[in-house]
């Protein structure tokens, strides 16, 4: 069952019930009223009946008349009056005699009853209904019984009920065309959506255009799956230039091994020196790879986001990353930083100090000035004394694989800034490269400050 289907079903079934619950309140109503005026009708008609000097003139007209009453008319309204005897005897004083029988509290009444006191019954005669009142006449002198005919009041019930039945078929009727038609216009932008959703599934195909609309969830829905198809072509077609950027740097690593290899099969040919050049130059070759191959899963495996938030100070950070590179490469590293608490994941931003000192380290392998680490505020600076940067490289030294001009006669992947760069994206911070006067480059990261309660405690990451 469609969406369409169960909308339409739902408003006619809330229609209905409505329909029904307003039809039979007012059948209801209607009846307790009209059986309210009945009753005050009967009431008045026992009060005028008994009261003094009306009742002998009655009976002796009556009795005149010899109690000839004509039977009663088919189909005719019926309205009657008579007395009871306190011995069950029945005289007729209005109307036809219907042959209402006499029960033994309408006897009982007659006898010993109060005088006003009532009795109303419901009696049936044949194929009519009467309602019947019976009122003592106290001082045994019996009671006056007067009854009504309930045809017309049944016919006008029925006639409400066949009313509200119809009624209440044109509001299914009615409900069914509303709701078809809101259900319509609800569904219409869903099955858009749906039908832009299975083409995707079946082609693959991510460049769809989403019809866009309103300011209502399916408005929003379509503009989030917009989003969602747009950063999906996106990712693809960053994975695409990832694999095909890796496989161009793949194949001058793996040509150069091929080559050795080639040549290692004439090992004994060679002179001492030869064969530890080419020893040597097999081991940086396999280095290189193993690095390159390194950065490609932890790119392809990146679980930066699994890390959860904490407040980290970046320059205990620093301090932590910087001894590690100072026992590492015998060189000098400062630090220049005031505590700065930031919201951050520890371990990706100590990834990303670590590939600038390790960049920082490589272009300036012989240098005697120190290396700079400077944390200000939110913002991590890492200064050396290498070759420099051209301000044409100073865009696209982030870009994966990209080697700078500087750089293209010394080892590396040519992913490590790019990996500060996502890390600096992922905490909502930006990435800066450019010359360092004197000589040098300062390439740094930041990320975004945010104010943590007083009691949050830094975590620096451990080495």
């Known amino acids: 069952m469609t969406l369409r289907q169960k909308l339409v ?52 007209a009556a009795a005149a008349a010899d109690q000839q009453v004509a039977p009663p008319t088919p189909g005719a309204f019926i309205q009657t009056a008579r007395v009871i005897a306190p011995d069950g005897s029945v005289s007729q004083l209005l109307g036809v005699d219907v042959g209402l029988p006499v029960s033994a509290a309408d006897q009982s009444l007659a006898s010993s009853g109060t005088a006003g006191t009532r009795l ?22 019996g009671a006056i019984q007067v009854a009504r005919d309930l045809s017309e009041t049944s016919r006008v019930l029925g006639t409400l009920a066949l009313t509200i039945a119809v009624v209440g078929l044109l509001v299914l009727l009615v409900a069914a065309l509303a709701g078809a038609l809101v259900a319509r216009q609800i569904t219409r932008r869903l099955t858009g959506l749906t039908e832009v959703a299975e083409r995707v599934s079946s082609t693959g195909h991510l460049d769809v255009e989403i019809p866009a609309g309103g300011r209502d969830e399916v408005g929003r829905l379509s503009t989030s799956l917009q989003a969602m198809l747009a950063e999906l072509a996106r990712s693809r077609d960053d994975q695409h230039r990832l694999l095909q950027n890796a496989g161009h740097e793949l194949r001058t690593p793996l040509t150069s091994l091929r080559t050795n290899v080639s040549v290692m099969r004439r090992f004994d040919e060679l002179t001492p020196t030869s064969q530890r050049r080419l020893l040597d130059d097999v081991e940086g070759e396999t280095r290189e790879l193993t690095n390159l191959v390194n950065e490609l899963v932890e790119l392809a495996t990146d679980r930066r986001d699994a890390e959860p938030l904490e407040p980290v100070d970046l320059a205990a950070l620093a301090e932590l990353t910087a001894d590690r590179y100072r026992r590492r490469s015998d060189r000098t590293i400062t630090v220049d930083a005031e505590p700065s608490v930031v919201p951050a994941r520890p371990h990706a931003v100590e990834r990303a100090l670590s590939n600038l000192l390790d960049n920082a380290v490589k272009f300036d392998p012989d240098g005697s000035d120190p290396i700079e680490v400077r944390v200000h505020g939110s913002t991590v600076e890492v200064l050396d004394r290498g070759p420099g940067l051209d301000p044409a490289d100073a865009d696209r030294i982030f870009d994966r694989f990209y080697r700078a001009s500087t750089a293209r006669s010394m080892s590396g992947s040519g992913l490590g800034l790019s990996i500060v760069q996502e890390v600096a994206a992922d905490h909502g911070g930006t990435v800066s490269a450019a010359a360092r006067p004197g000589g040098g480059a300062v390439i740094g990261f930041t990320v975004a400050a945010a104010d943590f309660l007083p009691e949050s405690k830094p975590q620096p990451a451990s080495g």
């Open 9 to 60: 079903i739902a408003f006619a079934t809330v229609a209905v019930v409505v329909a029904a619950l307003v039809g039979t309140f007012t059948y209801g109503l209607t009846a307790h009223n009209l059986r309210i005026e009945v009753d005050r009708s009967l009431a008045t008609a026992a009060t005028t009946l008994s009261a003094p000097g009306a009742l002998p003139l009655v009976t002796a």
């Open 120 to 141: 109303y019954e419901d009696v049936t005669v044949g194929d009519r209904s009467f309602r019947v009142l019976t009122q003592s006449l106290g001082n045994d002198g």
